[in-house]
């Protein structure tokens, strides 16, 4: 039974930063796993933000790029968003993801399964 678990939203002033964590349960980030973050704001589809494949490989989109990095901690198997010059336009929930595949990807709709999202304010 796989169980993901995101943690460190909040609220904070543009240009600050966040650290996003997700717990995985039931299965491990070396296994053949690509995960991911997602997010979704009101009124807009949810949409990819970055991927990390098995391989360590990762996809970042074009709208975050040079701000946003994920990592993951295979010890711990935990997985990160590091958010940086946070904008109000990333204001939105962010959505832990995983799937069982080697690559990334940034699709939502190919991801199996899912957290329950952190929110995450930039004012």
């Given at each position: 039974h796989v169980q993901l678990v995101e943690s460190g939203g909040g609220s904070v002033q543009a240009g600050g930063s966040v650290r996003?964590?997700?717990?995985?349960?039931?299965?491990?980030?070396?296994?053949?796993?690509?995960?991911?973050?997602?997010?979704?704001?009101p009124?807009?589809?949810?949409?990819?933000?970055?991927?990390?494949?098995?391989?360590?490989?990762?996809?970042?989109?074009?709208?975050?790029?040079?701000?946003?990095?994920?990592?993951?901690?295979?010890?711990?198997n935990l997985l990160f968003l590091q958010m940086v010059n946070l904008k109000p336009e990333d204001t939105a929930m962010y959505y832990c993801a995983a799937r069982t595949a080697w690559w990334p990807a940034l699709n939502p709709d190919i991801m199996n399964y899912w957290g329950q999202g952190t929110q995450v304010t930039v004012s």
């Open positions: 996003l964590s997700c717990t995985a349960s039931g299965y491990r980030h070396s296994s053949g796993v690509c995960a991911g973050w997602f997010r979704q704001a009124g807009k589809e949810r949409e990819g933000v970055a991927s990390i494949g098995a391989d360590n490989s990762t996809l970042v989109a074009d709208s975050v790029k040079g701000r946003f990095s994920i990592s993951k901690d295979f010890a711990k």
